[in-house]
């Protein structure tokens, strides 16, 4: 069975344009979660997402955006990139997304701002 | 404070050494814990859940302390194989999928 699944794999843009990222969840997983990783650091929750509604936030501008489609695949959204949002980018999945219920990453998404 | 701290390490061990990593975090309310294991420039893979009463998976055995808001896991005859970054991670309070991660342990196995 299929992992969860992320592309790209790499990304270079410059600062000020907009970048899409998307995620294919494990087959079954009804909730996707997005986290950033930069080097050095743990992730930081960004968004989840279960049955296409927006179920959680983490501290982040609004530049940053995402959607789930009824598929349960993802997409995040980044305007108006910066230096320092250069970082892995990293899908989660989960059945339910709660609590208990472990999440699984996919390979992530480097993106490289220059 | 950050809500889960750890030491990043790095923790240099011979191959079959013991290595005990911890953890503690801030919101007495957390439900839920785990650790995830990252190797370098990958994703991170969930290694176990962490429950009140201690579980064990082969070598590897993860304790919960509610009291001292306290998580450790063990590792007992390191492998090279198990050179990586291990995450301590802790559930936002609620039934929500939102992760907290600790900055994570550097392990370094040597032969």
């Known amino acids: 069975d299929a992992g969860v699944t992320q592309s790209p794999t790499h990304l270079i843009k410059t600062r000020g344009q907009h970048v899409t990222l998307r995620c294919s969840p494990i087959s079954g997983h009804k909730s996707v979660s997005w986290y950033q990783q930069v080097l050095g650091q743990g992730p930081q929750f960004i968004f989840q997402y279960y049955e296409k509604e927006e179920r959680g936030r983490g501290n982040f501008p609004d530049r940053f955006s995402a959607r789930q489609f009824p598929n349960y695949s993802s997409e995040l959204n980044v305007n108006a990139l910066l230096l320092g949002d250069s970082a892995l980018y990293l899908c989660?999945?989960?059945?339910?997304?709660?609590?208990?219920?472990?999440?699984?990453f996919g390979d992530g998404t480097r993106l490289s701002i220059l | 404070r950050k809500e889960v701290e750890q030491d990043p390490g790095p923790f240099n061990v011979p191959e079959g050494a013991t290595v005990a990593f911890n953890c503690t975090y801030s919101n007495s309310a957390s439900q839920s814990f785990f650790w995830y294991r990252q190797d370098c420039r990958k994703e991170p893979k969930l290694l176990m859940s962490?429950?009140?009463s201690g579980n064990e998976d082969g070598r590897f055995t993860a304790q919960l302390n509610r009291a001292s808001q306290y998580i450790s896991l063990l590792i007992r005859d390191s492998k090279l194989s198990d050179s990586a970054t291990y995450l301590c991670v802790v559930n936002q309070v609620g039934n929500t999928g939102k992760l907290i991660f600790g900055q994570g342990t550097t392990l370094q196995v040597k032969p």
């Open positions: 962490v429950y009140s």
């Open positions: 989660a999945s989960s059945l339910e997304g709660q609590a208990h219920q472990p999440q699984h």
